[in-house]
């Protein structure tokens, strides 16, 4: 088992649960001292998410990475609105320029209202048969070393070539790292055969064993090997119980807020992603230790939506769980975005990190 990886996430402006979006829809400023955080807390990559409406991900990436020195990105991307081949020298320009530091977690889409905001109108399983030819193409540009022909459903190209090639390799070739996810049948082939890391949301661990274990087949028959990632919102405090009065207290602001806002409460989405997190509400308000899916069960499950909740040592004691199902990757990011992100910094993150090397040191002696 490798050490642990730890992504965060920034948006183009201080927004959540719990803050409702103010001020121009880009604060470079914002972005600049966000990242900043992250690159501080000790994060290895950081997110920059995909919406219909958002600033483009592209450009918040390369401005920062152009404010930041160390820290890695992960790129989110939606196939189908922009030619494979212009996309695969767009990240190889901006894996070069940023100096290896680029991943992209490719998005099929788990909403046709949100596709069709940008004139995409493939039905969900159609999306995913897009992705999977649109990543044929992407890994054909990064690797040819001279002009090819494609001819599929989705995509025909004709002395397809780029002289630009990913900074960073896999296996000798060009390759910018492959984050994916998905959790219908229509996604799990497509994981199998592309993916570097699988994505998955803060699911219970009976669900998490249950979704990697299918992974994991369909990337055998490939002969491919794949790692996991898990995303939390983890509320942690000096002591549990004042952790737990945290939550309740961005529950409620959660509902204030989205009845100023004219939202109901939050009905089922069509992602699978989203159906799963609302099965392990129906568990309870709390699973496992300490997994809370109160916000979850409030917002319909739209995006990550599951908490850890308690002290530092138990968060991350929670989190070695999911390490012992096979899980390398955490994705957590806050309720209060920025300062979450510099708390995480101070004791979850450090923590974790001494407690997985810990865990694979004794499985060495133990050998």
Known sequence: MSQVEFIGMIQSHKVSEIHAAQGPAIDRDYVRAFAQAHE?????????????????ATLTVAYAASVTERIHFMLAHRPGFVAPTLAARQFASLDQFSGGRLAVHYISGGSDDEQKRDGDWLDHDQRYARTDEYLDVL?????????????????????????????????????????????????????????????????????????????RAEAAKHGRSVRFSVSFRPIVAETEEKAWARAESILAETRRLRVVQGFGRGGPQQSEGARRLLAAAGQGVRVDKRLWTAIAQETG??????????????????LLDYYDLGVSTFLIRGFDPLEDARDYGRALIPLTRERVAQRIANRREAA
Do not use: C, M
């Not at 290895?44 to 600033?55: C, E, G, K």
């Open 40 to 56: 501080a807390a000790g994060f290895d990559r950081i997110l920059v998410p995909h919406h219909s409406t958002s600033a483009d």
């Open 301 to 318: 499950a739209r995006s990550n939506s599951t908490a850890l909740v308690g002290t530092p040592e138990q968060v991350a004691d929670a």
């Open 139 to 215: 890994h054909k540009v990064w690797t040819a070393d001279k002009p090819f022909d494609h001819e599929g459903a989705h995509y025909r190209v004709r002395n397809a070539f780029s002289e630009v090639k990913p900074l960073q390799k896999r296996n000798g070739q060009p390759h910018v790292p492959v984050y994916f996810g998905g959790a219908s049948e229509a996604a799990i082939p497509v994981a199998g055969r592309y993916a570097d890391v699988y994505a998955l949301w803060g699911e219970s661990l009976e669900q998490a064993r249950e979704l990697t274990t299918r992974v």
